[in-house]
T-cell receptor, first 112, second 112 residues
């Protein structure tokens, strides 16, 4: 079974802190994605990566950056956390552009 | 206007009822249509995947795509309490690098 793991299920951070969310997949997938999920808004794409060292902005990249040093690992970075970044963050991986995306369990981040 | 609109719900139905879930979309370039199921405190998992127009059936689940009306549906027959979850429609287009656009999700509760 494909497994996508995220480093934390719950995180509480203070405004202005730098926050790292880690995601690891074990199926050698080329593509990895970071979404945030908010009530009434669904999933919105923050960043994605189709290859190691390569990253592309999604629909809402402001305030975020990413790192993909190894194929299996994709990190989301909040440079200076703000309260409007309180959300559920979901990582996903997939093989091809039109293939199924496999999601991790999510990290619920609260910024105080 | 959102690119993908999904009936907001929530829906509460008795066990054995037929559940009908719907999404409309505005981008006529969408070609790939998916339904994801998300249980509480879990990441979404793919339930149904359809390319272009038509129907697809998998056990108690039927997905329909009507590209002329820009409308997709998911039907759950003989619903079970284990079907209680949030259902998310998603779609993609080659013109958008196949990035997934999600609906906001509909939460379904099947009462025993």
């Amino acid at each position: 079974d494909v497994k996508v793991t995220q480093s934390s299920r719950y995180l509480v951070k203070r405004t202005g802190e730098k926050v790292f969310l880690e995601c690891v997949q074990d199926m050698d997938h080329e593509n990895m994605f970071w979404y945030r999920q908010d009530p009434g808004l669904g999933l919105r794409l923050i960043y994605f990566s189709y290859d190691v060292k390569m990253k592309e902005k999604g629909d809402i990249p402001e305030g975020y950056s990413v790192s993909r040093e190894k194929k299996e690992r994709f990190s989301l970075i909040l440079e200076s956390a703000s309260t409007n970044q309180t959300s559920m963050y979901l990582c996903a991986s997939g093989e091809g552009a039109t293939d199924e995306q496999f999601f991790g369990p999510g990290t619920r981040l609260t910024v105080l | 206007q959102k690119e993908v609109e999904q009936d907001p719900g929530p829906l509460s139905v008795p066990e054995g009822a037929i559940v009908s879930l719907n999404c409309t979309y505005s981008n006529s370039a969408f070609q790939y249509f998916m339904w994801y199921r998300q249980y509480s405190r879990k990441g979404p998992e793919l339930l149904m995947y359809t390319y272009s127009s038509g129907n697809k059936e998998d056990g108690r689940f039927t997905a329909q795509v009507d590209k002329s009306s820009k409308y997709i549906s998911l039907f759950i027959r003989d619903s079970q309490p284990s079907d209680s979850a949030t259902y998310l429609c998603a779609m993609s287009a080659p013109s958008n690098d196949y990035k997934l656009s999600f609906g906001a999700g509909t939460t379904v509760t099947v009462r025993a």
